[in-house]
């Protein structure tokens, strides 16, 4: 009996030292940079180095940066063509500028582990900004690069979107970047799938201020922000010329003009220079960014690309609207394993197209996909006419995306684009089921998550 159960023991002590140190390696990962190979915590030619001559012993996570599913040399030699975008603090981003400065101000880089005191931040309009300490002198050397000055971290803010809210709950490790959010546009509109801002709406700790549209300005003057985030373009314009008009602080930011899943998430680096959280930043982007990347691996493994249709009919609006090929959507089918069938229509954001033509394309997809949630889909079957005979329908392959897919969903790209991976190529995913995008059924307007098969 006794020998049973030393034999038992081992067995469990064994499994669980093979177990725990690659479970240990896995939440490493994150602390440690794309490209950060030697694990040093900066991204620079010793990770070439250290890369080449130990290229049998790198983990597929760490090391397959090309994403074709092996470490070899053609990875060595891409971390060493690579090398100033991995170590770069933005490097998905194309619209975010941020510069990092020391006390004398030398450009560093907290993304490569040196410390700062200073940043620059140009918004999507142009400005300026010096972020400081409020405790740091304002420095000579400053002179002439910014227009306005704004003390960090942040304790009051208005913001103008559950969106920018997505991508400041990853920095709210200690609940100080959500404590500074005193009013939110659209507050009580949106149905909330954040614990925190329910809870402050509820009690009072955050206020609603109108919709973008027609903003309380009493209101939002009685907080006091120290900034208001907008975003440019649509109903921001006016919300940008008022602030101007109060002489209030607003900062725009753009993640929605990106053109890609993992350039939009990367705007979470922009609201941790107003926090001081690059760290925390660091380390929630790499876990993206590397599980995006371990989508892409997966998908490598296909010798087909399916055929996806992504778009809504809106009759009233005057058409169907389609992402264009260079829109983060268009190349997110792409990332994910997928042939996008507007790929010929150039430009970034989306297109109003006539519902013909996109019928006649979309018939023959193997993949539908509409963008949106079922309490906007009553009225699907009459505004999709012929639907039921296009072939991703017949097929039950036709998707629309969850409830929180514009909350919870920013917050967690890795996992949309999986999920848009999953249902793209169920055969690589089977026995996964799908969040963000849920099988839809028109005749009831419902949708279920799908598990791929």
């Avoid at 040399?73 to 500028?97: C, G, N, R, T």
């Avoid at 003390?151 to 208005?158: A, D, G, I």
């Avoid at 404590?179 to 709406?201: C, R, T």
Wanted: with cysteine; aromatic share 14%; charged share 25%.
């Amino acid at each position: 009996m006794s020998k049973n159960i030393n034999i038992i023991g081992y067995i469990l002590l064994t499994v669980f030292l093979i177990l725990v140190p690659a479970y240990g390696e896995s939440v490493d990962d994150y602390k440690y940079r794309l490209g950060d190979i030697n694990k040093d915590g900066s991204v620079n030619i010793a990770d070439v180095v250290y890369m080449f001559k130990h290229l049998n012993d790198v983990p597929v996570y760490d090391g397959d940066l090309n994403a074709d599913d092996s470490v070899d040399i053609a990875d060595v030699v891409y971390l060493f063509v690579h090398l100033q975008q991995l170590s770069a603090p933005i490097h998905y981003a194309k619209l975010l500028k941020i510069t990092y400065y020391d006390k004398n101000g030398n450009i560093v880089n907290p993304y490569n582990g040196e410390p700062y005191a200073y940043k620059i931040l140009v918004d999507a309009t142009g400005q300026r900004f010096l972020l400081k300490n409020e405790s740091e002198p304002i420095p000579a050397w400053a002179e002439g690069k910014y227009d306005k000055v704004i003390n960090v971290p942040l304790k009051r803010v208005v913001v103008m979107s559950s969106t920018e809210i997505a991508l400041m709950e990853p920095l709210n490790d200690d609940g100080s970047v959500i404590a500074s959010v005193k009013g939110i546009m659209w507050g009580h509109m949106y149905k909330w799938y954040f614990d925190n801002i329910k809870e402050g709406l509820e009690n009072g700790s955050i206020i609603d201020v109108g919709s973008t549209y027609n903003p309380n300005w009493d209101l939002i003057l009685n907080l006091s922000p120290q900034v208001i985030f907008v975003y440019p373009g649509y109903s921001g314009d006016a919300v940008i010329a008022k602030c101007k008009e109060l002489n209030l602080t607003y900062v725009a930011d753009a993640e929605y003009l990106e053109d890609s899943y993992l350039a939009r998430c990367e705007w979470v680096k922009m609201f941790a220079a107003f926090y001081n959280k690059e760290n925390v930043a660091k380390e929630y982007f790499t876990r993206i960014e590397k599980n995006a990347l371990n989508v892409r691996r997966i998908v490598s493994k296909s010798t087909t690309r399916p055929l996806v249709a992504w778009g809504k009919n809106y009759p009233k609006w005057g058409g169907t609207y389609v992402p264009r090929a260079q829109s983060y959507v268009a190349k997110g089918i792409e990332f994910c394993g997928g042939d996008y069938i507007f790929k010929d229509l150039p430009g970034t954001g989306s297109a109003c197209i006539d519902y013909e033509t996109f019928a006649e394309r979309a018939k023959n997809a193997d993949i539908w996909v509409v963008p949106s949630s079922t309490t906007w889909l009553t009225t699907f079957k009459e505004d999709d006419p012929g639907y039921e005979y296009f072939k991703a329908v017949r097929d039950g392959r036709l998707f629309c995306i969850s409830d929180d897919y514009w909350q919870l969903g920013l917050m967690n790209t890795d996992q949309v684009l999986e999920d848009l991976a999953t249902i793209i190529h169920p055969e690589l995913f089977k026995g996964r089921t799908t969040h963000y995008f849920l099988r839809y059924y028109p005749d009831n307007n419902t949708a279920v998550p799908y598990t791929a098969g």
